[in-house]
Structures are given as C-alpha cells and as structure tokens.
C-alpha cells in the first residue's frame, strides 16, 4: 500500500513522529542527511556552491530544474529513515493556509535547530519595521497547482516566493539555505512543495524538467533516481506515496 503523507493539521502520529526525530539525531543518522544538503564545493565562478546543484539561486537554470525532483529524492530518504524506526509513519505536509503560522504538532520539534524566529500568524499585519508577513495564500497556492505550461518558469516561481518565503518566514536554521534541514519542519515544507508539484504533473502529464545526462542524476543518490523515474509518485516500489488532502484554511479571531 502506497505511504499516505497528510496535513499536519490533521496528522494523527506526531508523537511517534517526534520519538522517531530524537531517535534519528541521537543515532547520527538526521546529521548525515543534513550534510547531504550542506555539502559545498568551489566551482569554476570562484564560489561555493551546493555540490547537488539543487537550488536555482546557487546553480542557475539546472538548479531549477533539479530542484523538484533531487528534493523529491530527498524526502524519499528521510521517510525511509524514519520507516526503519516505525513503518508507520509518513512525513506530514506543512499545510500552509489551514496552519496559518501555528505549526501544529511540529511547533516544539527542532531537530538540529537551536532556535526559530518565526514571522507573523496569517492575517496579523505588519505593524512595526523588519516583522515577516505569512507567506502563504490559498489564490496563490490553487493558481500554481492549476497552472497548465512550462516547467521552468513554473518551478522557478515555486521555489520562489512560497518556498523561499516559508524558508525565511520559520527564520532560524531554516533561512540558512544549507542548513536548513536542521529543522524538521524543513522536511513538512518540502512535502508540500512536492504536493504542489504532484498536482501540477496531473494537469501537466507531459512536462518535465527535460535534464539530460549526469544533471539528469539525482545525486547522491543516482544509482536509484534520475529524473525520469521518480517523475511518478505512485510508482516508486515500496517509496510510493500519496497526498491526502488540505484542510480547511485558518481562520483567525479578529
């Protein structure tokens, strides 16, 4: 039966989740997949960049090709993990308009985090220089799910202004974009960062990153992902997933 991953609104095994973070810190296992993220190199600009080139602000255009699917690889190994302790879990999507800011069930779990600076609950204004608004907004999530077109452009504003903006908005290791995964939030972003994107493959059958050769590899873990095949997410083997669906948006009390 293929993994289920839910909203964390309604997610119903956060303390298994949580017992399932500890364990993999304490065992070393969250910083190796940490270091998979944060491994650097000097490239031939002169600059550090992300060895995977998984990021478009850091690798330009094949980064922003790769960015989909290499994190789609990624979290498929963190759940991995954290099946080895208890196969019973999935990782949980951060909903983001029916959380609106209150990271239910994730809000007291830091991982590798020492500390967060989270921005402002959806529908606080901004009322003093400097506060992060919330990020999200259900127009913008629907109307990039319902996008029909080019996978460039489309996953480049993805990893925009919605997943930059919950990078910048959660604040702390988060907004460090090689450390972020110190955070176990980092991976509930991702999750619906992939949602989004599986909903998009539906209306969008045909488009896809359209990497090539060893970009096409989704290094580290290139013997068993490339681009091609981890395009479908319900035809993974025993990695196959599915969303369940979003909840209600948050609405918060005048």
């Known amino acids: 039966m293929a993994i289920i991953r839910e909203s964390n609104v309604t997610y119903s095994k956060w303390p298994e989740f949580r017992q399932a973070i500890?364990?993999?810190?304490?065992?070393g296992t969250y910083k190796n997949l940490v270091d998979i993220h944060a491994n650097m190199s000097m490239f031939p600009d002169g600059l550090r960049h992300g060895v995977h080139r998984m990021h478009?602000?850091?690798?330009?255009?094949?980064?922003?090709?790769?960015f989909l699917p290499w994190h789609r690889a990624y979290l498929i190994a963190f759940e991995r993990e954290l099946r080895n302790i208890d196969?019973?879990?999935?990782?949980?999507?951060?909903?983001?308009?029916?959380?609106?800011?209150?990271?239910?069930?994730?809000?007291?779990?830091?991982?590798?985090?020492?500390?967060?600076?989270?921005?402002?609950?959806?529908?606080?204004?901004?009322?003093?220089?400097?506060?992060?608004?919330?990020?999200s907004n259900p127009a913008t999530v629907q109307m990039m799910e319902r996008?029909?077109?080019?996978?460039?452009?489309?996953s480049r504003e993805l990893e925009g202004p919605l997943h930059g903006g919950g990078h910048n908005w959660v604040g702390g290791d988060m907004a460090n974009p090689m450390i972020s995964p110190n955070d176990?939030?980092?991976?509930?972003?991702h999750a619906q960062i992939d949602r989004i994107w599986s909903v998009w493959q539906n209306n969008n059958p045909?488009?896809?990153?359209?990497?090539?050769?060893?970009?096409?590899?989704?290094?580290?873990?290139?013997?068993?992902?490339?681009?091609d095949n981890i395009q479908d997410i319900s035809a993974l083997g025993q990695d196959s997933y599915s969303y369940g669906p979003t909840q209600p948006v948050f609405n918060p009390t005048p």
């Open 56 to 66: 478009g602000n850091m690798a330009g255009i094949v980064g922003y090709r790769r």
């Open 184 to 189: 176990p939030i980092f991976w509930c972003h």
């Open 147 to 154: 996008y029909t077109g080019d996978y460039y452009p489309w």
């Open 87 to 135: 196969n019973t879990l999935s990782i949980p999507y951060w909903d983001w308009d029916a959380d609106g800011g209150r990271l239910i069930g994730i809000s007291g779990v830091l991982g590798l985090s020492s500390q967060r600076d989270i921005g402002l609950l959806a529908g606080q204004p901004v009322t003093v220089p400097n506060q992060r608004p919330w990020f």
């Open 206 to 227: 045909n488009e896809k990153a359209y990497l090539t050769g060893a970009e096409a590899l989704l290094d580290p873990w290139d013997t068993e992902y490339n681009n």
């Open 22 to 27: 500890n364990q993999l810190v304490k065992n």
